[in-house]
């Protein structure tokens, strides 16, 4: 039997994405296993989520001790649960360098438009307001800076006459659904590698022949 990956989510808020990686893992789709949900917000429904799977699930409060105190607590957690891969699913606070450096190459992010455009907070209402026709979502390992990191997967959503933020949110959303465990499970697999600036992604089974794929979404290549 393969080893499965243990996993840790690094969340702020509602959690679907964190939803996403728990059914595709149930369902057989990934070689890996939430281990504990980390939140700094004691009211994310994430948490709660996790409960409901009876993944372990942590509150650590950011607030009144610095930085570093509250990431060497994150820390812990994870290294105590023996933790192969982060993933920030929809975490909010930004990681320090110290931080990231220490899980470089073994923590990894979602963003809800197509780096390099739109970092930040509101990827999603920034790209509809600057006028964009095409936006979508990108997996990324995390460096230093934020929303930086080498690119693993994108996939690209057409802007609907119409859309307002919230509509192309929860378009772009779904599609997070999907990249995110696959992301995952290419790591899983031992089929990413980070070359400079760039993923090298090992040829290997697509999850287009194996899983629904959506409509008029179209999808880097290794999804
Ligand atoms: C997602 O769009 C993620 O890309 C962004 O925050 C959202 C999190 O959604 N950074 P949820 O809490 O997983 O539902």
Redesign the pocket.
């Known amino acids: 039997m393969v080893k499965k990956l243990r996993l840790g989510i690094l969340?702020?808020?509602?959690?679907?994405?964190?939803q996403s990686i728990i059914d595709a893992s149930e369902k057989g789709m990934m070689d890996a296993e939430v281990k504990v949900v980390i939140s700094d917000n004691k009211d994310a429904y994430?948490l709660k989520r996790a409960e409901k799977h009876k993944i372990k699930a942590f509150f650590v409060d950011p607030k009144s001790k610095k930085k570093e105190e509250h990431e060497q607590e994150i820390n812990k957690i994870l290294e105590e649960n023996e933790i192969d891969l982060v993933v920030g699913?929809?975490y909010?606070k930004i990681l320090s360098p110290g931080f990231v450096r220490k899980w470089y190459g073994k923590l990894i992010n979602?963003?809800?438009a197509l780096l390099p455009s739109f970092k930040g907070p509101n990827g999603q209402g920034d790209a509809l307001g600057y006028g964009v026709k095409i936006s979508g979502?990108t997996t990324h390992f995390m460096d230093e800076e934020m929303d930086h990191g080498p690119i693993i997967l994108q996939a690209a959503v057409k802007v609907q006459p119409g859309d307002d933020r919230d509509k192309l949110?929860s378009r772009?959303?779904e599609v997070?659904h999907q990249i995110l465990p696959r992301t995952i499970q290419l790591f899983a697999e031992g089929r990413l590698k980070i070359v400079g600036r760039k993923v090298e992604i090992r040829k290997g089974e697509s999850w287009k022949n194996k899983y629904k794929v959506l409509p008029d979404v179209l999808y880097s290549e290794g999804y």
């Open positions: 969340a702020s808020g509602t959690g679907t994405d964190l994430a699913a929809g909010m979602i963003h809800p979502c949110a772009i959303l997070e």
